[in-house]
């Protein structure tokens, strides 16, 4: 697995400590093999430790989450939230509702998070956060008491200079208001604790969009610099139907592809003559509902059981959307088979470490999680700027600068994959990039 014994012996000591926690081990593993070449070359790296220091949290906080629901009943949730890293800035990091939270991905998310925010540019480390509480059918009532609860503990470990939270899957506009809320209710001070906030109370226009617009701006930008070509006239399948996979429909569609599929955690759909975004924004964003129904409302469309099936519709360009480890070998057999040339992660590590392996190995343009969907946090850090200066940007300008943002990230990530010897490799490259940034803050702020 690693080639040199600094490396290897740090790998093992994570694997010692932090047993059963796959997918955090996982997400370590993908990024010590990418470093690998940079710590070669830098030796004082592991005199002072740093891979160690690196990988080890600053803070990891588990609470209690207690509400009620609407029947009176007691609820008991778990909440968590790790600092990861503040190398180069306040944590930054989106919160996480869904059964599956566990204290492996939050830190696999929070360990992303560190080298995404740092590709962004933008001074912020950083953070994630969430709870094994599951919204699916919670009334808004529910909903406001759960995240009253979750706040009530989590607003003494944050704070806009210190850690500013944000959504991930389960946390959108609704949650993020009633969060913001109690917050303040407990601090009597308004201030930009939180991104991806309403436009009435300090949102930044374009951050709904922007995970996906994001994506889409990197795969246009490694598109036309690796393949010479552009989304223009492509078949493209996108995995999700939530806030990333939306906005990536919307802008994908925008820049003249057509896409044909989406899913969620029950099934996809299939809809050969490409989406009708209005119908899914109607069924997921107004009603809540599941992506069955768009079936019943489009003629064409077919809806089928189970979401990994998605992978064996022919495309150009796959954009998966939805959650860590749903795209597999075998996926990225068929995928590639079918003559995929772009493969451009929107949810966070939503390869197995062999696909994405594979897809490298294979030419496709491999869009490594930390670099194509760094848009969201990007715009975060933008509604941030806006916030401390208390004045509003208009739509447009936001998304030049998210544009502007994702072209540069894929240089850096380019640039430093030619110097890695495969220019296919973008993740050493996305990986080394993140990396030198923090790492020279961390050398430069001593233990
Ligand atoms: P949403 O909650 O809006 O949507 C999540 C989507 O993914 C839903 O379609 C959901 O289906 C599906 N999904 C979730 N869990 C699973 C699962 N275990 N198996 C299959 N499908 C699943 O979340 P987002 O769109 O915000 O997030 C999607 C991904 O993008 C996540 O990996 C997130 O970390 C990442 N991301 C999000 C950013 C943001 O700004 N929101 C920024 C960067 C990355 P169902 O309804 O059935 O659960
Ligand atoms: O994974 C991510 O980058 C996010 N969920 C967005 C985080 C943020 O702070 O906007």
Known sequence: MFKTKYVERVYNDLVEKNKNESEYL???QEILESLEGYVEKHPELEKQKLLERFLEPERFVQFKVVWTDDKGNFQVNRGYRVQYNSAIGPYKG???LHPSVNASIIKFLGLEQVLKNSLTSL???GGKGGSDFDPKGKSDTEIMRFCQSFMTELYRHIGPETDVPAGDIGVGGREIGYLFGQYKRIKNEFTGVLTGKGLTYGGSLARTEATGYGLCYFTSEALNTLKNTSFKDKTVVISGSGNVAIYATEKATQLGAKVVALSDSNGYIHDPNGINLDVVKQIKEVERGRISEYVKRVNGATYHEGSKG???????IALPC???NELDLEDAKTLVNNGVIAVCEGANMPSTLDAAKYFIDNKVIFGPAKAANAGGVATSGLEMTQNSAHLSWTFEDVDNKLKEIMVNIFKNSYAKAL???NKYDLLTGANI?????????MLAQGI
Do not use: H, Y
């Open 322 to 324: 939805a959650t860590q």
């Open 94 to 96: 989106g919160l996480r």
């Open 26 to 28: 996982q997400a370590a």
């Open 433 to 441: 990039a993140g990396f030198e940034k923090v790492c020279n803050a």
């Open 419 to 421: 110097e890695s010897g």
């Open 310 to 316: 998605i992978w064996q519709i022919k495309c150009d």
């Open 123 to 125: 001074p912020m480390g």
